[in-house]
């Protein structure tokens, strides 16, 4: 699947920001990646999001609705599902295409407005990306984590749609690793 490189930039940011949802610390409370304005302004910066300006508690609120949008999207159980959530999504950013070159990057799109807010923006472009993927008739592509402990996020890019775990070196490897000394002890039991 040929995938532009805003596209890419975009699919990477929106399963970045489905993975601040909270998740349970070492203590058993909740953790979330966008907690306050400095997680916030670390995801924007992780993500080079450019031209941002000064952030403030409602941003952060707009942008944790953004995320909790996209993760309806992806625990839609159908296409036809996945299509109205990011048409909702999409349509409430005021979705404006526009091409541009900015940050040393050749000539993409953006799918925001000039002046958008960057729940907008997240809205707009990640939404986008994720159509393009209902459109290709790769839903199946947005996946969670099948480690029993974890539910990150991710897009299966694989070439044959196998990928089960948000990492092979982390999820993948503990698994695979644990199910390999539960076959050596039941052998040797």
Known sequence: M????????????????????PQDDATGGPLDGLADIDALYDFLRRNLVSGVGDLGSRDLRAVQDVRARFAKVFAAPASSVAATLLNELVAAAGTTPQLTDHDGYDWHVHYFAPGASVADRLAADCGMALAFFIVAGERE???????????????????????????????GNRLHVAA??????????
């Open 2 to 21: 040929l995938i532009p490189h805003d596209t890419r930039i975009a699919l990477d940011t929106v399963v970045d920001l489905l993975n601040t949802v």
């Open 180 to 189: 390999y000394r539960a076959r050596r002890k039941e052998a040797a039991g």
């Open 141 to 171: 592509r947005l996946r969670r984590c099948e480690a029993p402990d974890c539910g990150h996020a991710f897009v299966d890019l694989s070439r044959n749609r196998s990928r089960r775990y948000c990492s092979s070196r982390t999820c």
